[in-house]
């Protein structure tokens, strides 16, 4: 699965969206992109998936540049239950193999009042 | 709630002991991922279930072992226990292995002392 690179850290201020970028530059034409978050050592959450197109669902949005190199996780009237570690995972799809998930460090996201 | 069921929440035992974590699918996953999430190591995939079989193996113990049985529920056995097994232990299901979209839906989660 290709490496992914994403900020240590950033802030948002509550109500305002939260723009949350990923770099997968090594991304091959198979690989998903998936986003996870993980409120203070609670079990990683699901939050949305995509290959190339732009998808959205009632948690988030997530936007894939056309090379698919970059992608951004937009959620759009962030609260303070959104503060958490949020994980940018590239994953290939194959018949018949493992299918486990590679966390990286994350983004902590901290909404501030 | 994403429908995985995870006991014991906590679990406090000493160093040489043997303990056993449990996990319980959502209704319908056939494929159990145990993860390991220690301080120093960032969340680490230890081990795959599918339909009762092993699937896959990443950074897991020989000290460690897991199985799956018949009703998809899985245990994952952890044997003369050290300090630096101390972590949080996750499993995630999801519908079927090999599907182009397989979510993975994660419990909430054992965390381990070892004293």
């Known amino acids: 699965d290709a490496k992914t690179t994403q900020p240590p850290s950033m802030d948002c201020a509550e109500g305002r969206a939260a723009n949350l970028p990923c770099n997968h530059s090594t991304i091959s034409g198979n690989e998903y992109v998936y986003w996870y978050r993980q409120i203070h050592s609670q079990g990683p959450q699901y939050i949305i998936h995509g290959l190339k197109n732009n998808e959205t669902n009632e948690m988030a949005s997530l936007i894939i540049t056309e090379d698919r190199k970059s992608s951004t996780l937009i959620l759009p009237h962030a609260t303070l239950r959104d503060t958490a570690v949020y994980y940018c995972?590239?994953?290939?799809?194959?018949?018949?193999?493992?299918?486990?998930?590679?966390f990286g460090s994350g983004t902590q996201l901290t909404v501030l009042p | 709630d994403s429908g995985v069921t995870q006991t014991p929440k906590h679990l406090i035992t000493a160093t040489g002991q043997r303990v056993t974590l449990r996990c319980s699918p959502r209704s319908g996953d056939l494929s159990v991922y145990w993860y390991q999430q220690s301080l120093d190591q960032g969340l680490q995939f230890l081990i795959q279930y599918y339909n009762g079989e092993e699937r896959a193996k990443g950074n897991i113990l020989e000290r460690f072992s897991a199985q799956q049985f018949p009703d998809l529920h899985s245990e994952l056995n952890l044997s003369s226990l050290e300090l630096g097994d101390s972590a949080l232990y996750f499993c995630a299901s999801s519908v079927e292995a090999g599907v182009q979209t397989d979510t993975q839906y994660f419990g909430p989660g054992t965390r381990l002392t070892v004293l």
């Open positions: 995972i590239v994953r290939a799809y194959s018949s018949g193999s493992a299918r486990q998930l590679t």
